[in-house]
């Protein structure tokens, strides 16, 4: 395969133009906007996707829209813990190393299905 080329067959017009609407839907302008929360590379970021990671892309995101509108908000605890301090990366669990990796908008719409408000930092 060649530099820059992607592995199998382009997404088709309507997968790219679903894609658009579910990242519109969660804040974002385009897909260079969405490039870092979502963890696109720069191909991605100017819309070119495979049918595969089109697929799977919409798949996640309308999942992750489906369970935000019925999952029932849970109350936050009446008092929080400490925060823990910084474990080396070598010391995190499977768990928290996903939680790590996980785009920012996914974890905001995890946090929202559970019933807390989310805001950007200043």
Do not use: C
């Not at 530099?3 to 017009?13: I, L, M, N, R, V």
């Amino acid at each position: 395969m060649a530099f820059g080329q992607s592995a199998g067959p382009a997404a088709t017009g309507r997968q790219v133009k679903e894609l658009l609407e579910l990242l519109v839907n969660l804040g974002h302008a385009d897909f260079r906007d969405a490039r870092g929360p979502m963890g696109f590379n720069q191909r991605q970021a100017g819309g070119r996707f495979t049918a595969d990671e089109a697929a799977e892309l919409i798949d996640q995101l309308q999942a992750a829209e489906h369970a935000a509108a019925q999952g029932e908000p849970v109350a936050p605890a009446e008092q929080e813990p400490d925060p823990e301090p910084q474990k080396p990366v070598s010391e995190l669990t499977d768990h928290e190393k996903a939680i790590r990796t996980a785009p920012t908008k996914w974890l905001v719409l995890e946090v929202r299905r559970r019933g807390w408000t989310v805001t950007k930092p200043k």
